[in-house]
């Protein structure tokens, strides 16, 4: 099993260097363990799209935004989690269905979507510390609903 673990305070800044990290992890693994190629593109899209939905919608009230990414791989599998001290939201209310008729792809309100089509698990939820905790995981094996798109 191999980590990584990472914290920002500036959102900016991980959301630049969120795609570099983890190149540079993914390098240092061995390829025995380490996720495939398109594992580590999801796991990418999928940490871009919550950095930066949280950079564009999350309150942090008055506090300095900030991040904790802990990310762990075992048997080419991924789950990694996002700590975060927003105020938070009710995920699943706000996470389109996969059986929502879409007439047309939306110019924005795409990222949840992403996340979750490249994704078998998701979740956000308060923690007993009073941060957030967002949490996926990607299987070695998962095929993206929306893969078309990727």
């Known amino acids: 099993m191999s980590t990584l673990a990472k914290e920002y305070t500036d959102l900016d800044r991980a959301l630049d260097e969120v795609r570099s990290v983890l190149k540079e992890w993914y390098n240092e693994q061995a390829p025995s363990s380490s996720p495939s190629s398109e594992t580590l593109r999801y796991t990418q899209l999928v940490l871009?799209?919550?950095?930066?939905?949280?950079?564009?919608?999350?309150?942090?009230?008055?506090?300095?935004?900030?991040?904790?990414?802990r990310l762990k791989t075992e048997n080419r599998h991924v789950a990694c989690a996002v700590i975060d001290n927003s105020t938070g939201f009710d995920f699943d209310e706000r996470l389109p269905s996969r059986d929502e008729v879409m007439d047309e792809l939306p110019e924005r309100g795409m990222g949840l979507r992403?996340?979750?089509?490249?994704?078998?698990?998701?979740?956000?939820?308060?923690?007993?510390?009073?941060?957030?905790?967002f949490e996926f995981s990607i299987p070695a094996d998962h095929d993206p609903w929306l893969s078309m798109l990727f």
């Open 48 to 69: 871009h799209e919550w950095i930066a939905n949280l950079l564009q919608h999350g309150d942090f009230g008055h506090r300095t935004p900030a991040i904790e990414i």
């Open 114 to 133: 992403i996340i979750n089509a490249c994704t078998d698990t998701v979740s956000y939820l308060p923690t007993d510390s009073g941060y957030y905790r």
